[in-house]
Nanobody, 121 residues
Framework: QVQLVESGGGSVQAGGSLRLSCAAS????????MAWFRQAPGKEREGVAV???????RYADSVNGRFTISRDNAKNTLYLQMNSLKSEDTAMYYCAAGSWLRLERMFFDYWGQGTQVTVSS
C-alpha cells in the first residue's frame, strides 16, 4: 500500500525559509512523478511543484524562483525547500505521486495527509 507522510511544516515569519519532507513507502518510488500541492482555507488545492525521475521540474508561477523541489531516491524522500516565504504561502501542503509532469490534481493518484505552513507578516 502506498504511503506518503509529510513533515517539516511550521510557523515562520515572512522572508523566512522552511524545508518540507515527504517519506514514501509501498511502491517503486523512483518510477513516479512526485509533487507538492497546497490548499489554503476556502481555496482550491493547487499544484506547487512537480519533479520527474529524469530530473525535469515544473513550478507554479507564484513560487518559481523561491521554492525548489528535489528528491532522494535512496531514501524514498521528496523535499520542498521554501525560501522568501510570503503570507500568501500559508496553506496545508500535500505530497502526491502520479504519472505526469503536471500540476493539476487529477493527474495524481496518491496523497499524504498534509503538513501546515503558516507565514506571518
Amino acid at each position: 500500500q502506498v504511503q506518503l507522510v509529510e513533515s517539516g511544516g511550521g510557523s515562520v515569519q515572512a522572508g523566512g525559509s522552511l524545508r518540507l519532507s515527504c517519506a514514501a513507502s509501498g511502491y517503486t518510488y523512483s518510477s513516479y512523478y512526485m509533487a507538492w500541492f497546497r490548499q489554503a482555507p476556502g481555496k482550491e488545492r493547487e499544484g506547487v511543484a512537480v519533479l520527474g525521475s529524469d530530473g525535469r521540474t515544473r513550478y507554479a508561477d507564484s513560487v518559481n524562483g523561491r521554492f525548489t523541489i528535489s528528491r532522494d531516491n535512496a531514501k524514498n524522500t521528496l523535499y520542498l525547500q521554501m525560501n522568501s516565504l510570503k503570507s500568501e504561502d500559508t496553506a496545508m501542503y500535500y505530497c502526491a505521486a502520479g504519472s505526469w509532469l503536471r500540476l493539476e490534481r487529477m493527474f495524481f493518484d496518491y496523497w499524504g495527509q498534509g503538513t501546515q505552513v503558516t507565514v506571518s507578516s
